[in-house]
């Protein structure tokens, strides 16, 4: 792509480094801020800016939230003693979005992948077993996506936490799209929250 203007180009190849955006859609973007009136950008820009600089994320499930401790956890509404582990906030709201699940979240930040460098340490997993060592945790709910690298998560926190007095359970599988938490229909996946199973009977299935 040949580009007459550096400043151009400049922003295409930072707009192409987002995930599913290739040059041409970089440019077809851009062009479109270029197109609209400036304050549009300054807002979008702005908005970026200050989410990056000023976001946190909850200190007790590691969820993307604007304060310490996040909306779900501080709400004493929600039963404190179960917890849905997932890999981040979309499946969070993908879950709140059921309008079927009233405990709190754990939220590990990706799952155990040894082929992309992703081991145990690197994930928000610690703490989880920490919380449930405590004694406070009656569940735990496994909703990482139906691939390896969610078995393997899910295989691998079982293991941390096997005979202590905590449920284990998992969301009903064979139900979603492309098997990630996130496309699920609601419906859907608020049943298989609802009809969760023992762990250990996942495990035993081929
Ligand atoms: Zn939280």
Redesign the pocket.
Known sequence: MEFSSKLLENAVYEMSQLPGIGKRTALRLVLHLLRQPKAQTDHLVTALGTLRSTIKF?K????I?DED??D??SNLNRSQDTICVVEDIRDVMAIESTGQYRG??HVLGGKISPLDGVGPQDLNISSLIEKVNEGQVKELIFALSATMEGDTTNFYIYKQIEGLKVKISTIARGISVNDELEYADEVTLGRSIVNRIPFENALKSP
Do not use: E
């Open positions: 909850c007790k499930c590691h969820s939230s401790i996040c779900i956890c709190l979240y």
